[in-house]
């Protein structure tokens, strides 16, 4: 079950990130200051995004209440792992070989700690 809640933690912050990155390349603002400031907080996938960091930080307190940080905080990694397969299937994204080296040393890591 551990696992399980800290997976969803993560794919919430992943998917926090994207659909903020979503909204921010189809959002246009205009008008003054405060008038952009509130087409970017009510913008449906910004908000989508606040919500996902929401239900992500309350999955986190009550993990942070049940497990040691050291061993928590560098399971949150995996979020890098995630997020690079979002940039490339989503965003289509160029990945370097050198982000894919990092990832694999992220994911010997994880192992390391989950051993």
Do not use: D
Request: with cysteine; charged share 10%.
């Amino acid at each position: 079950m551990k696992y399980l809640l800290i997976i969803i933690n993560i794919i919430c912050l992943v998917s926090g990130q994207t659909v903020w990155k979503l909204g921010m390349e189809n959002i246009e603002l205009h008008g003054n200051i405060i008038q952009k400031l509130f087409q970017f907080v009510f913008s449906p996938l910004i908000f989508l995004g606040f919500v996902l960091y929401i239900i992500a930080t309350v999955i986190w307190m009550y993990l942070l209440s049940k497990f040691p940080l050291s061993f928590l905080y560098p399971l949150q990694s995996l979020a890098y792992v995630f997020s690079l397969f979002v940039g490339l299937m989503i965003f289509k994204e160029f990945i370097p070989l050198t982000r894919w080296v990092g990832t694999g040393v992220i994911l010997f890591g994880v192992y390391l700690i989950v051993k």
